[in-house]
C-alpha cells in the first residue's frame, strides 16, 4: 500500500519524478519528505527495491529533481546539465546473465548494481537526458491550482490537462456551470 498520493500521469519516470513536489503553482507540497518516501517511490516507480536510502539521496533527489524541471522546461543552465550528467555518470545497468531452474530451464537474472538507489537516480538522469533529446512537449497542468508536469503525446500536441480524471472533468463541469449561469 502506498502511503502517499504519488500521481503517475507525468508519461516518464524523469517527469513522475518533477511531480512529487506537488501542488507548484500554489506553494509547493513535498512528497519525497523522508527516506521511506523515496524509497517508496522508486519501488512504485519500478527503478529499485534495493539499497538503503539515506538522507544524503534524499538531498541528491530533490536537487535533481529541481534540475530536471528546469532542463526539460527549457531552461539549459551548465550547472543543471552538471548535474544531470553527473548522475546520469552513475546509472550502472548490470550485465544480463543466463541461469538455470532446477529443472534446468533456462531464466534471465539481473545483478543487483553495487549502489542501487544511486544507480536508481541516475536512471531518473538518464531518463530526463533522452526524452530532452526526443524533444517531446513536457507541459504544465492547465488547470490554475494544479502544476502537474505531462508529456504531451496528443497527436495536435494540445493536450491541457495532467489527467481528464483529475483536472479535465473539474474544468468541463465548471465550464458546464459558468454557461448555465449566462443562459
Ligand atoms: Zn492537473
Known amino acids: 500500500m ?23 503553482k500554489t506553494g509547493a507540497r513535498e512528497l519525497l519528505d523522508d527516506t521511506d518516501a523515496l524509497a517508496e517511490w522508486l519501488r512504485l516507480a519500478k527503478l529499485t527495491e534495493h539499497g ?5 539521496h534524499l538531498d541528491a533527489i530533490r536537487g535533481l529533481r529541481e534540475a530536471v524541471d528546469r532542463v526539460l522546461r527549457g531552461e539549459l543552465a551548465d550547472a543543471d546539465i552538471a548535474v544531470l550528467n553527473a548522475w546520469a555518470a552513475r546509472h550502472h545497468q548490470p550485465p544480463l546473465q543466463l541461469r538455470l531452474t532446477p529443472q534446468r530451464e533456462p531464466v534471465a ?4 548494481p553495487e549502489d542501487a538507489v544511486a544507480s536508481a537516480l541516475g536512471a531518473v538522469a538518464v ?20 502544476g502537474l508536469r505531462f508529456v504531451d503525446r496528443s497527436p495536435a500536441r494540445n493536450r491541457q490537462w495532467c489527467s481528464m480524471a483529475r483536472c479535465g472533468n473539474r474544468a468541463k463541469a ?10
Do not use: F, M
Open 2 to 24: 502506498a502511503r502517499r498520493d504519488w500521481i503517475w500521469d507525468g508519461g516518464r519516470a524523469s517527469v513522475d519524478l518533477v511531480n512529487t513536489l506537488r501542488d507548484r
Open 52 to 56: 538503503e536510502v539515506t538522507a544524503k
Open 127 to 146: 531518463d530526463a537526458i533522452e526524452l530532452l533529446l526526443e524533444s517531446p512537449t513536457v507541459r504544465i497542468c492547465a488547470a490554475e491550482t494544479c
Open 109 to 112: 537474472y539481473v545483478p543487483t
Open 174 to 183: 465548471r465550464q458546464h456551470y459558468a454557461r448555465r449561469k449566462t443562459t
